[in-house]
């Protein structure tokens, strides 16, 4: 399982959980699909942003393996 800061890791279709801004405090999470990536440098600290299928904006926090 990998985290989201490495822009590598990250490929359009992926699973991910990502955190939106708005529940940066909270933590909570919001599973769903790339659709684009947003970040353009290699690494970010606190995750590559993405947007989802579903057009919400996040970082994304782990990538899951749809292998399981």
């Not at 353009?40 to 393996?65: C, Q, S, W, Y």
């Amino acid at each position: 399982m990998k985290d989201g800061r490495k822009r590598e890791d990250i490929a359009i279709g992926d699973l991910v959980d990502v955190v939106k801004k708005q529940h940066q405090r909270s933590g909570e999470l919001t599973q769903g699909l790339v659709k684009r990536i947003l970040t353009k440098a290699p690494f970010h600290p606190h995750g590559i942003k993405v947007m989802l299928d579903t057009n919400e904006v996040g970082r994304v926090k782990e990538i899951i393996d749809e292998d399981f």
